[in-house]
């Protein structure tokens, strides 16, 4: 969906398209190609989440966590992200973990906090994985790190096959 133009995308969404109305969140969301509207970006999320987007509810529960274009609400945040935390969205649940960790919200619970941290690690390409409790949730941009050492993993092994096979 990526290499579609705005106007490509909004004629999907028009037509009912999930990933397109859920690209489109993205797209404002984080400025990709417009300038940066958190109440578009809204709209479409929660267009999408009705139909079914866990994406969506990631999302969304990002912005009431951090308060962008909506009050910061913790509670809503957790409501989102357990949404987007029941198909699996580690980044999901990487908030809960935070908010469990913290106390936003909700009643600090480290047991939680961890149990949630021991969910993301069993899957093994996340970084911060020997970090301790306080450490692994004072992440400000855990997808950022992630990418990153997702990143450094990718041009480890182009360099090890670029070692063993001489060429790229």
Not at 108 to 117: G, H, L, R
Request: aromatic share 16%; no cysteine; hydrophobic share 30%.
């Amino acid at each position: 969906m990526s290499t579609k133009n705005i106007e490509e995308l909004e004629s999907l969404a028009k037509n009912g398209d999930v990933g397109a109305i859920y690209e489109l969140g993205k797209r404002y969301y984080n400025g990709t190609g417009v300038d940066v509207n958190y109440a578009k970006a809204k709209g479409y999320f929660e267009v999408a989440a009705e139909r079914g987007s866990q994406g969506s509810n990631y999302y969304l529960g990002k912005m009431f966590y951090n308060g962008n274009g909506v009050s910061t609400n913790h509670l809503k945040a957790k409501e989102y992200f357990e949404k987007a935390s029941s198909a699996d969205n580690v980044f999901a649940k990487y908030y809960l973990g935070k908010l469990y960790y913290w106390g936003d919200g909700v009643e600090k619970d480290y047991n939680k906090a961890n149990e949630y941290k021991v969910t993301i690690l069993n899957k093994p390409i996340y970084a911060n994985q020997r970090a301790g409790l306080e450490e692994f949730y004072s992440l400000t941009d855990f997808e950022g790190v992630t990418k990153d050492y997702v990143g450094e993993i990718q041009e480890k092994v182009f360099q090890e096959y670029k070692g063993l096979f001489g060429k790229e």
